[in-house]
Every structure is written in structure tokens, then in C-alpha cells.
């Protein structure tokens, strides 16, 4: 005879909770059920678990989330996202190169607590980002090319007097590229207090035209949220700009052949194909290489 047993009953020894074969002939042994040579096994309905869904949020196109989700949205492309939708479309047009290195910043890293001193001194925050701004500032020096403009039908380039050095920005409202201005003439510690300006007015989404004008060559931190290589794109009409990766701790050789612990920092450059060619950036990278990796032969050309 059949026998409908309730597994909601049966006390379950299995993994996770699960009712194995031993625990319906134990069920059926105690008596709670009666012995039969066939068992019919009602299975009981089961739970139903709803998952809340997520709101979905747009950095890009808005700051708010979907209005009802489980639904398209359509939003108007505005303000810094259509500026974008017209720089990125330009820069598109251009034939670009990219061109990858990575430098050994041993000397830099042991220059951390002398930072954070020296900005506690100064009542400002001075990271590895000041630093890398001047080095690049100094290498454009001895190399007019990079730190140029062309027309929009390419038929002459302007070498800029200054190097005014764009910082790609991720806010709360897209991305800025805010410019610092004449950074030949300036400290590090100039520098830095400039970039918590523009930091601040970024995130207010206060910056003034002159601000986010004029720029002549650009930098991306991509290390920031973590990123090791990129593509960067052409701030047009500039004809050059470097991503910097994460720092990183790999596995190297000193002089004498040992193995040790070095920290290294990927850069990824792209440059406008037309006017620069990839053997004028490496040389470029490779004189920024040797002041980021040896930071005492920057300051001594510093005036």
C-alpha cells in the first residue's frame, strides 16, 4: 500500500539540510509512519525567494536612478556629457598610436614619508601626482613636439610656450579634463595645492572656463580605480596623452643578478599619428623614466 508521508516532518541529516533515504526509513521505522513496501512522497511546494532588483545608476547620462526599473529609460545627453559626446568625437577622427612602458619607481616609493611630511609642513596633500606632473612638465622641455596643437584641417602645428597639463577627472557629474596652468613655472608643492583646487570645484561641478581651456597635454590616473593599461584618448587639438597604471609589486633583478620585490608603474601614452611618430614618444617616456626613477636628477634641474 502507498503511504504519503509530509517530508516537513522527517527530521533531514544530509548536507545543507537535505533529506537523505536513511532519514525516510528511520521516519517509517519510529512509527510516525506506517511500514509499507512502496512509499509515495508528496512533495511540498517550494519557497519562493524574490530578489530585490537593483537600482541602476548612469554616472554618465544621469545621477539619479531608474525611474521604474525593470523599464527602458531614455535620458537627454546634456551638459558635460553632450561637451563629451563633441571632444570624443573629434578626438575619434585623429589617427592616434598608443605606446606602452613601464617604470621601476623604487626611489619614488621611499619618497612617501618625505611627501607626507613635507606636505603636513605646507598644509597640503602631496601625493606620487605633483611629482609626476613636474616630471613631465621637464621632459616636455626637451621635447617642444609633444607639448603642442594643431589646426582642425592639420596644416600647422604651434609648439605652446606653456605647458598648461590637463588631469583627467572622474566626478559625480563625467569626466573633466581641468588644466593646471604654466606648470614650468611652478613648485611641487604649487602643484599640488593647485590640484585640490580643481578637485574641488570638479566634484561642485564649479570649474571656470579657463579652467578646462587652453590645456596643451594631459594625464589620466587610470591607477586611481585601480586600472594597469589603457588607450587613452587625443584631448583635441593637443597631440599627446599618458595613462598611468596602479602601482604595482612584481618580481625583478638588481645589478648583481638577485631577485627582489620592485614597484613598478605601467604607462600607457597615445599621440596623434600625424604629427608625432611612436620613436619621438619613447624617447619622450624614456627621459620621464629616468626622473621618475631616479627623482634626485629632477630636482637638480629644477630652477
Known sequence: A???IDLCLVPATGKGGRITKDDLLQFISSGSSASTSQVKVVEQPQPVTTIPTAQIWNNTLSS??????????????????KVMV??????????RFTFHDEYTVDSLIQMKPMLKKVGQEHKVKLTFMPFIIKACSQALVEFPMINAHVNS?????????????????????GLMVPNIKNVQNLSIIDIAREL????????NNKLSTDDVTGGTFSLSNVGAVGGTYASPMLVVPEVCIGAFGKIQTKPAFNSEGEVYAASTMCISWSGDHRV????????????????????????????
Open 64 to 81: 539619479q536612478p531608474s525611474e521604474q526599473a525593470g523599464k527602458d529609460v531614455t535620458h537627454e545627453i546634456k551638459g558635460i556629457t
Open 2 to 4: 502507498d503511504n504519503t
Open 276 to 303: 608625432l611618430d611612436g620613436a619621438t614618444v619613447a624617447r619622450y617616456s624614456n627621459l620621464l623614466r629616468s626622473y621618475l626613477e631616479d627623482p634626485t636628477r629632477l630636482l637638480l634641474l629644477l630652477k
Open 153 to 173: 584641417d592639420c596644416t600647422a602645428i604651434t609648439y605652446k610656450a606653456a605647458h598648461n597639463i590637463g588631469v583627467a577627472t572622474d566626478t559625480p557629474h
Open 196 to 203: 585640490e583646487r580643481l578637485k574641488v570645484l570638479s566634484e
Open 86 to 95: 563633441k571632444t570624443m568625437t573629434a578626438a575619434q577622427q585623429v589617427p
